[in-house]
T-cell receptor, first 111, second 111 residues
Framework: TQLLEQSPQFLSIQEGENLTVYCNSS?????LQWYRQEPGEGPVLLVT?????EVKKLKRLTFQFGDARKDSSLHITAAQPGDTGLYLC???????????FGKGTLLTVNP | DVKVTQSSRYLVKRTGEKVFLECVQD?????MFWYRQDPGLGLRLIYF???????EKGDIPEGYSVSREKKERFSLILESASTNQTSMYLC??????????FGSGTQLSVL
């Protein structure tokens, strides 16, 4: 079973700060997805990265896929309370049938 | 928008009861999934289905079974509920090789 390790597990910051969440593995993935889950809801897909070295931006969120396709990072600029949630990375090998999920990073942004 | 609907948000059952968790999606997706989410363990795949009447075991199928008689509906069955099956259960659907759409989850408590 491939493992995806996310760090940090918990993160509590003040509004306006920047942060980076990491997702690391010893396995190669064909693609990697990032989800955000708010309390009482299911995860919602933010982005999929496919190519090694790829960088995608979604407003204040920047996602990067490592050159070797084994790791990824999520950087949030000027965090806002609305960014609060559980951030999950998930890796796919060939298809989405059996995604491997990380355990998540619980982010709290305090006003 | 894709909608994945889980029949119950909260469910309380007794040890030994047979439990049915229902999930319906409205976008004609081929793939459907059942995950459980536990603190510190992340999302773990129980079963998935890639077509009507087709199913495959995920990472933790023991104590569970599934049914997919119609394309839009995927049921998770706990034949004899046990306390260690207390968890958040998440249903998801996807087109082939596309992103997962999750339901809002069912918090099951087995007493």
């Amino acid at each position: 079973t491939q493992l995806l390790e996310q760090s940090p597990q918990f993160l509590s910051i003040q509004e306006g700060e920047n942060l980076t969440v990491y997702c690391n593995s010893s396995s190669v993935f064909s693609s990697l997805q990032w989800y955000r889950q708010e309390p009482g809801e299911g995860p919602v897909l933010l982005v999929t990265v496919v190519t090694g070295g790829e960088v995608k931006k979604l407003k204040r969120l920047t996602f990067q896929f490592g050159d070797a396709r084994k790791d990824s990072s999520l950087h949030i600029t000027a965090a806002q309370p609305g960014d609060t949630g559980l951030y999950l990375c998930a890796g796919a090998r060939g298809s989405n049938y059996k995604l491997t999920f990380g355990k998540g990073t619980l982010l709290t942004v305090n006003p | 928008d894709v909608k994945v609907t889980q029949s119950s948000r909260y469910l309380v059952k007794r040890t030994g009861e047979k439990v049915f968790l229902e999930c319906v999606q409205d976008m004609d997706h081929e793939n459907m999934f059942w995950y459980r989410q536990d603190p510190g363990l992340g999302l773990r795949l129980i079963y998935f289905s890639y077509d009507v009447k087709m199913k495959e075991k995920g990472d933790i199928p023991e104590g569970y079974s599934v049914s997919r008689e119609k394309k839009e509906r995927f049921s998770l069955i706990l034949e004899s509920a046990s306390t260690n099956q207390t968890s958040m259960y998440l249903c998801a659907s996807s087109l082939r090789d596309e992103k997962l759409f999750f339901g809002s989850g069912t918090q099951l408590s087995v007493l």
